[in-house]
């Protein structure tokens, strides 16, 4: 299959497999990611997928929602199955401190949403999924030696824009 005959036959989808991942994932660009890797999934995999596909569209959504559903469970933290009696238990909390945190964890969310493209990628693959750097080695196709520099050089920039905005507040 050729990129024309792969255009056609997959691409007039597009906009039903976003809504589908924006349904599951919950913001646009999570959404636009994961149909990222869904046409990415059926490129590198189109001369083995059968030519007769009864319903391309819902083989693309059915696609589209599995390849969702798994990034949420992988991003989804451990259960903790420790008794009741040994879970700690915050007896008081303090409003300002927890507004705080919030604000500043909206803060790094919006630096990391100004990242360019393949930053982005990296960074939340490896620091907010947990993903191992063979995964993200497999799906950027970055070297591993690659992916750390541009760790290291997206976290510093992180770092430093929100040192920026935190000592701009405190003046």
Excluded at 97 to 110: F, I, L
Aim: net charge neutral; charged share 35%.
């Amino acid at each position: 299959m050729d990129a024309n005959d792969f255009k056609r036959r997959f691409l007039p989808y597009h906009q039903k497999l976003y809504r589908t991942a924006f349904r599951l994932m919950g913001n646009a660009q999570d959404a636009e990611d994961m149909v990222q890797e869904v046409y990415l999934k059926l490129w590198k995999k189109r001369e083995e997928l059968p030519p007769d596909i009864g319903n391309t569209e819902a083989y693309c959504v059915t696609l589209t929602k599995n390849l969702c559903l798994d990034a949420l469970r992988a991003s989804r933290p451990e259960e903790d199955n420790r008794p009741p009696e040994e879970l700690s238990i915050a007896h008081e909390s303090d409003p300002l401190r927890e507004m705080t945190a919030k604000d500043e964890a909206n803060q790094v969310k919006r630096i990391i949403g100004g990242l360019p493209r393949q930053q982005r990628q990296v960074i939340v693959m490896r620091d907010v999924n947990e993903c191992s750097m063979e995964e993200i080695e497999e799906v950027t196709g970055l070297s591993p030696g690659n992916i750390r520099v541009l760790l290291s050089r997206t976290r510093k920039k992180i770092r430093e824009q929100f040192n920026a905005i935190r000592n701009y507040e405190c003046r």
